[in-house]
């Protein structure tokens, strides 16, 4: 009896020795296509490098990349010959995985993914260890850290696209259909704030009138035991049509004046509030918007150019310069020229109309922290930020962190109000809030100001360099966004070491500035 267990332990012994040793390991798939797999069509592998979720709308299977998949103009000016590389990379950069159990988020994360190869963009799953941005990271409240990059804030404020929050004139085809799909709409939405526990919100498709802003003003004082009001703009309600409004903690600031709306475009979608810190008296403008939208025909300059910007790139072009425009107006009015500009501006990153903000000063604040990895929006699987937070270089300095919340974009769309009946804060809506922590101080002056035309980084003996940023800071990102150095500028050359081979996003901050650039470590 002895000798047969001996033998049976040995045969499981060896044949698990064989399936170890058949296992084929791909070690680095950062520039991988999936035609790689081709030769490997009924074998088992494991990739080494995690491998992310980048789309879970299929019930029978979920699209995985080595990369997270970014809209092109998110990240490339269009038809830039990076964008161009982008489309190449985005369209060969994913497979289908089949046989995986349980609810699993984008962006999630699969270390050591091992599986079977059943055609040359299938796989079928065998195993993996899950990691990060699953609901239980984000259930005890957004990372803090986030809004302690640059100090402690003292005021947060919080934008947020609510995907059509109406509390009448339902049945329209927009919102809810009936009262009790709005109660369930309004549960998960006032759970979002409440967790965020801002002390300004801006909202964007809100319902007219005051109806809406008075009952998220009333929620958020009944779940967090603060007083909030919200701003009156004197409307009323008409249909389903919505708007941009304010609502804001008493007990942390006071409207300081009166509203400013701005109806270039679309109405009633474009409006200015400045607001009063109550313990400083220190003042800051906050603009909130809500652009032209993609969908629908154009022509002339709204006709679809097929360079990745859509319908009506036109319009919202034209409703970037009516910000700026009335930007300069708005700080003789309130005499302060410290903005915030916010909302769903219904254009990526690169494209005309927030290009045409940076060039009129504005600093782009989701590429200032956190490089090209920001997002808040997820379309087809592809990644990008329709939802921004600019400021002029005075207000920067006052900036001390800013996060897209990844409470909507990366949820799986059944979790709706009106697909189920999911009562968590999470798909409260299709976009995240974004947060930016503040710390007003008209005098700052946190870091002496960079020259950015002389700031330049360049290579000796093959180690990276930063030039002429002395008394700044730089941070070092992986392309999937992950921070992997950072440190201050104490010399006038100053090199970037223990980075290992590939490559980087590179930001370097001086006050009210940011130079950022591509680094390859050979």
């Known amino acids: 009896m002895r000798r047969i267990i001996t033998l049976v332990l040995f045969a499981i012994a060896s044949s698990l020795s064989l399936l170890a040793a058949t296992i ?15 030769p490997y069509v009924g ?3 494991q990739f080494a490098t995690p491998m992310y979720i980048t789309n879970n709308y299929s019930s029978n299977s979920l699209t995985i990349s080595p990369r ?14 990076e964008y161009n590389d982008m489309l190449t990379a985005d369209a ?26 059943t055609s040359q963009n299938k796989v079928s799953f065998i195993s993996c260890t899950w990691s990060g941005n699953t609901r239980e990271d984000l259930k005890n409240g957004y990372d803090l850290e986030a809004m302690r990059k640059h100090g402690e804030p003292n005021l947060i404020v919080c934008t947020m696209n609510l ?24 549960a998960k939405v006032s759970q979002a704030l409440a967790t965020i526990n801002a002390d300004v919100y801006g909202f964007v498709e809100i319902q007219q009138g005051q109806g809406a802003l008075a009952e998220l003003a009333a929620d958020l004082s009944k779940n967090t035991g603060r007083n909030f009001s919200y701003i009156n703009d004197g409307g009323s309600v008409y249909g389903s049509y919505t708007k941009a409004g304010f609502v804001y903690c008493t007990d942390k600031v006071r409207p300081y004046s009166k509203l400013r709306e701005n109806n270039t475009g679309v109405t009633n979608r474009k409006k200015t509030q400045a607001f009063q810190e109550i313990i400083t008296g220190e003042k800051f403008l906050l603009s909130v918007n809500h652009f032209k939208a993609k969908s629908g025909k154009g022509s002339a300059d709204n006709a679809d150019k097929g360079d990745g910007q859509g319908t009506f790139n036109g319009d919202r072009v034209r409703e970037a310069q009516s910000v700026i425009e009335n930007y300069k107006k708005d700080c003789t009015f309130y005499n302060d020229s410290d903005i915030l500009i916010m ?44 939802d ?6 005075t207000l920067y300095p006052q900036v001390t962190g800013m996060l897209a919340y990844h409470i909507n974009s990366d949820e799986h769309d059944n979790y709706t109000y009106d697909k189920s009946n999911d009562n968590s804060m999470f798909r409260c809506s299709d976009h995240d809030p974004i947060i930016v922590g503040l710390r007003l101080d008209s005098t700052a002056t946190s870091t ?29 990102y992986r392309l999937d966004g992950q921070v992997v150095a950072q440190s201050s500028i104490e010399l006038n050359e100053e090199m970037i070491d223990g980075l290992q081979q590939g490559l980087y996003i590179v930001n370097v901050y001086g006050r009210g500035k940011c130079l950022q650039t591509k680094l390859i470590v050979p």
């Open 343 to 386: 909302g769903d501006l219904n254009a990526y990153a690169m494209e005309d109309p927030i290009t045409l903000l940076r060039k009129n000063g504005m600093i782009d604040l989701h590429r200032a922290f956190h490089a090209d990895s920001s997002y808040s929006y997820v379309y087809r699987g592809q990644l990008g930020y329709l």
């Open 163 to 186: 995907e059509y929050y109406l509390v009448e004139s339902f049945g329209t085809g927009y919102g809810p259909d009936s009262n009790a799909d709005h109660q369930k709409q309004r």
């Open 448 to 476: 002496p100001e960079i020259a950015i035309p002389e700031v330049h980084i360049y290579y000796l003996n093959q180690r990276p360099y930063i030039r002429n940023a002395e008394g700044g800071y730089y941070i070092v």
């Open 68 to 81: 997270r998949i970014f809209s092109p103009t998110n990240q490339a000016y269009p038809l830039s010959q």
């Open 43 to 45: 074998q088992t592998i």
């Open 388 to 393: 921004h937070a600019l400021c002029n270089s």
């Open 24 to 38: 084929i390991t791909i070690d680095n798939p950062e520039e991988w296509t999936y035609t790689e797999l081709k």
């Open 92 to 117: 060969w950069g994913t497979i289908s995985l089949s046989g995986v159990n349980g609810y699993h988020r984008i962006g999630e994360k699969m270390l050591n993914l091992t599986v079977k190869v």
